[in-house]
């Protein structure tokens, strides 16, 4: 056994720096993988086994909440391989696809081992702990945990913490798929196509046949395979394509609307059935490009590492630290993964040693996900990666001009290669999509092509891809709207009790309008901004993104101590120092760097001078406009500071809970006490 | 129907049921049966809901105010 361990290192070490040595010809991407596999094995077989026993002292007999509180409903002693499955699909969702297609801009291998290390020493360590934890305590939520553990304060700093960042997450996805949908009548149809596909459905589960989602789903699935061959009909009938073609901020309301309706509508009628469809597609659509990759074998055309890692790039602004830990978070770290890992899971483990494959395993393949995104972006050819990814603002908005500086940059490409990429794939143009969906739809529809279909259904996978992203990118929208509205009606609720009442349809109006302006608000400012908007907002959703991250492990962190297991927490403290090192800086870069691409006060500074001299710099066209850049720039920088602010006090709490606790010769967490022991453990 | 591969059998029918099993769970619906199970063992006096009222009930409660969400 030894030896089998030490050849797959080997492997990995071999494959690893035969990814990162290699100069001046393609890689494969199947090194990639392999390095990933073995990097994954190992961290799972020696880390994960050294969390649960060292650690955490997992104990496969002690009763989980599942059987101590087994209800047949929400409390369920479930399978380990069904329970993971549940996990997974839980926890994938559209961050780990876009965050490594942007990052891409600085070559593969940056975000490669950021992903690696990463996941293997933060994110899944902090899945394992918070599901850990989350089982000793009955399956209790995050934001509960941190209020027994750490105080009332720190779980409503917390909490507000949470709110800020769903509405930034809601605005970031929202804004990918107008990227993805903007002037593209085959996107806009096939989407708009999911509206009556989800309210058959809807209807068919609550009258017809009533639980058989898998049925209704297949329905579903063939009835959405039809609309993406009929969007190509429409977008070939020059009527038809131009009523289905719709500017990015007529698709910035429209998503607006969509969101507050569907949010607010019985959720039988078209938020479940359209989150069954996006659940399997995403599944499935994950499936199917691992195996492309291992039957394509695509090389790796972006180099190792490009000259953008000096903060130059077109993609996002800033260097290599702090931002491209901060660009790719999910996949790598994600501080979301802590809501799920504190919400149903625990409360249907069977036996807490399942915990590290459920936990553990599930995050690393998450990763995994995001590695194959990274590789998808990587086989583009980079000169067409960088056009499809800068903003207009840099590359101007003709192919002339867009092959010309892409070129200037040192990525060749002709204007007729960017011309025949957006015809292969059925697009009129496909310039400045930015927001990770449309890149990784002309990857996967290269890879996918490969497989089946070649050249002629090129075309057909990339609005497959576009659609299965928009999908479930929507169904977040929703979902995310319900429960930011919720969290909105339980804080404002403190304020004013009649907010509270979930059932007064008043106050579900009123907070679901206040949800959905907070996140319209900045798609809008995102939609109009001449840099692309992603500039701006993925920066500050990885930034919150990690900061829960950093709360999450703070707590796992106070717990460890409190358990009296201080000589290992240094598993918790030092990704818990990473993070608030990078988000820290981060947020300091964005508020305070003098170049005014990446610093908010750079920013405004420079379109205040303009507006004192009186001019009008782009993408304002009037007085008006310019005074609503001031405003966004200042809005920003408002909310960087919340979040510094938020990471900060959370990180002050766990000190004065750590040295509390080291204070105490007792254990001072509080489990559930160790009763009924399982008769049969397994494991 | 037992399959019998790499040295050891498997029973196919057990197999697809752990699959829909994990499909249905994947969406948010626990499995009606382990309910009733569960149900005529611990709470043999209560009433069982029907198979479409659990469904409707785990509908709703994946979209209440908890769950239903995710991200990345």
């Not at chain 1, 085959?186 to 058989?212: D, E, K, Q």
């Not at chain 1, 479930?472 to 969290?487: K, N, P, Y």
Request: a positive charge; hydrophobic letters at 55%.
């Amino acid at each position: 056994m030894k030896i089998f361990w030490a050849a797959i290192a080997a492997l990995g070490a071999l494959s690893l720096g035969g990814v990162a040595l290699s100069r001046g010809e393609t890689v494969n991407a199947l090194w990639l993988v392999v390095a990933a596999i073995c990097v994954y094995a190992i961290a799972y077989r020696f880390y994960s086994q050294f969390l649960a026993s060292r650690v955490f002292g997992l104990d496969p007999s002690r009763q989980t909440p599942a059987h101590a509180r087994n209800d047949g409903l929400d409390y369920v002693p479930t399978n380990k391989y069904v329970l993971f499955g549940h996990h997974f699909a839980a926890i994938a969702g559209a961050g780990p696809l876009v965050g490594p297609v942007l990052a891409a801009q600085m070559g593969y291998l940056p975000g490669t081992l950021w992903i690696l290390a990463g996941v293997v020493f933060a994110g899944a360590v902090q899945d394992f702990l918070i599901l850990f934890i989350s089982t000793r305590r009955d399956g209790r939520s995050l934001g509960d945990m941190i209020r027994t553990e750490m105080g009332a304060f720190a779980g409503t700093v917390a909490s507000v913490g949470v709110l800020a960042i769903m509405v930034i997450l809601l605005a970031v996805l929202a804004l990918i798929v107008v990227k993805a949908l903007a002037n593209s009548p085959w996107g806009s149809f096939t989407v708009f196509s999911t509206i009556p596909i989800a309210l058959l459905m809807g209807l068919y589960s609550r009258f017809l046949r009533p639980h058989r989602v898998l049925e209704m789903s297949l329905i579903g699935f063939v009835l959405l395979m039809l609309a993406i061959w009929l969007g190509g009909v429409v977008a070939a009938d020059p009527v038809w394509a131009q009523r289905f073609t719709f500017s990015g901020t007529s698709w910035a309301f429209m998503l607006m609307a969509y969101g507050f309706i569907a949010s607010v509508l019985p959720v039988w009628l078209i938020l479940a059935p359209r989150d069954y469809l996006s659940t399997f597609l995403k599944i499935g659509t994950i499936v199917a490009l691992a195996i492309g990759i291992l039957i394509v074998m695509p090389e790796l055309r972006m180099p190792a590492i490009s000259r953008f890692i000096d903060g130059t790039g077109p993609v996002f602004a800033g260097s290599l630290f702090p931002f491209l830990f901060i660009t790719i978070a999910c996949g790598s770290v994600s501080g979301f993964h802590a809501l799920i890992c504190s919400g149903t899971t625990p409360k249907m483990l069977e036996n807490e040693g399942q915990a590290r494959l459920i936990g553990y395993g599930a995050m690393l393949v998450e990763s995994s996900v995001a590695i194959m995104a990274l590789i998808a972006a990587s086989v583009l050819q980079p000169g067409a990666y960088f056009a499809m990814n800068a903003p207009p603002a840099v590359i101007g908005t003709t192919v002339a001009d867009a092959a010309a500086k892409v070129t200037s940059w040192g990525f060749a490409i002709t204007p007729e290669a960017l011309t025949q990429i957006a015809s292969d794939v059925g697009e009129k143009n496909i310039l400045s999509r930015a927001g990770g969906a449309p890149t990784l739809a002309v990857g996967m529809s290269q890879i996918l092509s490969g497989v089946i279909g070649g050249r002629a259904l090129m075309a057909f996978w990339y609005h497959f891809a576009i659609l299965f992203e928009a999908l479930f990118i929507l169904t977040t929208l929703d979902a995310g709207t319900r429960v930011a509205r919720f969290m909105i009606q339980d804080l404002a609720g403190s304020l004013v009790p009649a907010l509270r009442r979930t059932e007064s349809w008043a106050a579900n109006v009123a907070a679901t309008a206040l949800a959905v302006a907070g996140w319209g608000y900045f798609l809008y400012q995102g939609v109009v901004d001449p840099l692309g908007g992603i500039n701006t907002l993925w920066p500050l959703f990885g930034i919150s993104n990690q900061m829960l991250a950093a709360i999450a492990l703070t707590l796992g962190a106070v717990v460890l101590f409190k358990m009296k297991r201080q000589r290992t927490a240094w598993v918790a403290l030092a990704p818990t120092a990473w993070l608030a090192i990078c988000t820290l800086t981060a947020g300091w870069e964005k508020i305070f760097s003098p170049i005014p691409a990446i610093g908010f006060l750079a920013h405004a500074q420079k379109f205040s001078s303009a507006l004192s001299a009186g001019k009008i710099l782009a993408p304002a066209k009037s007085l008006a406009d310019m005074h609503q850049v001031l405003t966004n720039d200042y809005v920003d920088c408002a909310l960087t500071t919340l979040f510094m602010a938020v990471v900060l006090t959370m990180l002050a709490v766990g000190c004065l809970s750590i040295f509390k606790a080291l204070s105490d010769a007792r254990v001072t967490t509080e489990e559930k006490s160790y009763d009924l022991p399982l008769l049969r453990p397994q494991l | 129907m037992i399959c019998h591969c790499f040295g050891r059998s498997f029973d196919l029918s057990k197999l697809g049921h752990r699959l829909t099993e994990t499909a249905n769970l994947m969406v948010g619906l626990p499995d009606y049966d382990a309910y009733l199970a569960h149900l005529g063992a611990r709470h043999p006096e209560a009433e069982a809901m029907t198979r479409e009222a659990f469904f409707r009930d785990r509908q709703a409660a994946r979209y209440g105010a908890r769950g239903g969400f995710r991200c990345c």
